[in-house]
């Protein structure tokens, strides 16, 4: 498999932002509005690119030389050592491929050793499956269910609660 890295995003990505942004299934997929204009997602990406490292921290996904996508730790909280995890890969072609394995791996890995979290949570929407088999995926545990918490492609939703532990260093050495 090519190799895959994180970079920051920039405001030259704003264009293939727009693309995904104007693929229905990848909007739909990710709780993005449908047809929204150039200005509007402009207007948003800015505000995403100033948004302080200390709320969130959103990488672009980079393979084969290309953006494909982003993965973030939102809701950072200092306090308690705790993120939540979001990931999106932009073009459908390349779903399934296992691309969002990998680069969740790598945010989880800067989540713990890099910003010190203890803990990393994330939701999904019961009818997402490949997002429920990514979460098992990367090791994280079923915590809880919200009973038609929101919207997901236009009906009521359950939303699925999971939660990753930082390893603990000392756990499992011989004593």
Not at 65 to 75: R, W, Y
Request: proline residues 3%.
């Amino acid at each position: 498999m090519e190799t895959l890295w994180l970079r920051p995003l920039t405001l030259e990505d704003l264009d293939t932002i727009y693309a995904w942004s104007q693929d229905d299934e990848f909007c739909l997929s990710n709780g993005w509005s449908l047809g929204l204009s150039h200005q509007k997602i402009k207007v948003w990406w800015m505000a995403l690119l100033k948004t302080p490292s200390t709320v969130m921290v959103r990488q672009g996904i980079m393979h084969g030389g290309q953006l494909v996508g982003f993965v973030e730790l939102s809701h950072i909280n200092p306090v308690l050592q705790t993120a939540s995890f979001g990931i999106a890969i932009g073009a459908r072609d390349l779903w399934g491929q296992g691309l969002g394995t990998q680069a969740g791996r790598l945010m989880i890995q800067h989540g713990f050793q890099e910003m010190n979290l203890r803990q990393i949570r994330a939701e999904v929407h019961r009818p997402n499956v490949r997002s429920l088999a990514l979460m098992k995926k990367l090791g994280f545990r079923k915590t809880g269910i919200l009973k038609e918490h929101e919207v997901y492609r236009g009906q009521l939703s359950d939303v699925v609660l999971f939660a990753l532990d930082r390893p603990d260093p000392d756990c499992c050495v011989d004593q």
